[in-house]
């Protein structure tokens, strides 16, 4: 318990050396007297900044941007010429790496940009593949128009014969 004491004796007798309890000992501050920090154009700071034109935090999204316009020009390609696996694969980079972006340091909006763009050109065409696989399955368009049509002739035919009949299955 001694030691405890003397240890706070001491540290007591350091801050109130330093002036008391507001005024900080042992730390080295700014003062007013430093130079202002030279102004920089906008061309200087892009230049000099951590993901400036002069490293890879730059020049990755540049030519990311190629894979997200490949997969704009998709759009004009018919659904089932389309890759479900490699649309997956555009969309899962670009989510992950979206995410990614800003977890790292230095923090690259323009790649998070990038990333989410080919997340959201790879969700539109794996919803177009899904869209095409589902007609597929169920016919063409007209054909359920047809389908439709028919279904609704027979249910207005149904109700023109037997009234009751059809307000009761209407009710259940």
């Not at 969700?123 to 359920?144: C, D, E, H, M, P």
Request: proline share 4%; net charge positive; aromatic share 10%.
């Amino acid at each position: 318990m001694s030691s405890r004491a003397g240890l706070r004796f001491s540290k007591w007798s350091r801050v109130m050396r330093a002036g008391g309890y507001g005024k900080a000992f042992g730390r080295r501050f700014q003062t007013t007297d430093a130079a202002p920090a030279p102004t920089q154009n906008f061309v200087q700071r892009v230049w000099n900044s951590p993901v400036g034109v002069k490293t890879v935090h730059f020049w990755a999204p540049v030519m990311k941007w190629a894979i997200v316009l490949a997969g704009v020009s998709d759009f004009s390609r018919p659904a089932e010429k389309l890759s479900l696996t490699q649309n997956l694969a555009l969309t899962g980079t670009g989510t992950i790496w979206t995410r990614w972006c800003f977890v790292i340091r230095p923090a690259n909006m323009f790649l998070a940009s990038v990333n989410f763009l080919l997340a959201g050109v790879g969700i539109a065409q794996v919803t177009r593949i899904f869209l095409y696989q589902q007609s597929l399955k169920n016919g063409s368009v007209i054909q359920i128009a047809e389908n439709d049509a028919k279904d609704a002739v027979e249910t207005t035919k149904g109700t023109a014969k037997d009234p009751q009949n059809a307000a009761k299955k209407a009710v259940e």
